[in-house]
């Protein structure tokens, strides 16, 4: 994955609460294999709606989804995480995240930004108000700052995930770290032991 040390850029107020895994990735787009392609299916059964907010040409080229509380709750799968990416999202703004959709997000690099409901309300609200309003995420000081809008504010993190964003490590790069280790390892085990080629 790729490091994330900041993300700027303007929002897609999605001012809905609860939203789950299957609205935000349908169960028909899981068939697919690769983890490419499913931006397509993002929201896919509310963009049938022409006055869903996805479908607002001012919202067009957005990077960062700001939703109402409770984002990703449900079933566990990454698809989630990958259509939001595969869409063009960098960071996700809410004032509560589901564990499980957090986690993902960290290990694919989609910045989760927790922020405290009057907080979220507000940016809503500046975001419904102004589209073009320009949103910074700072993962290395946790805050979020949207000058136009007289918000800033911080978010956690926890220092192991924000150094995991900020080098870019996901579960593979983390084990890499020690490759020179697993190396020596595995020139030391006994020739009759199975091993990975």
Known sequence: MDAVQMVTGRGVPLDRSDVDTDQIIPSDWLKRVERTGFGAGLFSEWRDDRDFVLNHEEYAGATILVAGPNFGTGSSREHAVWALQDYG???????????????????????????DPAVGRAL???????????????????????????????FPMDEFTR??????????GLSLRHEDEIVAYEAGRQTWLPTTV
Do not use: H, M, Y
């Not at 900020?166 to 593979?172: E, F, H, M, P």
């Open 124 to 154: 809503l609200d500046a975001l419904i108000a102004d589209p073009g309003l320009e949103i910074t995420i700072d993962v290395e000081r946790g805050t979020l700052d949207a000058p136009a809008a007289g918000i800033e504010t911080t």
């Open 89 to 115: 999202f960098a960071a996700v703004v809410s004032p509560g995240f589901a564990d499980i959709f957090r986690n993902n997000c960290t290990k694919s690099g989609l910045v989760p930004v927790q922020v």
């Open 163 to 172: 150094a995991r964003l900020l080098n870019g490590w996901d579960d593979i």
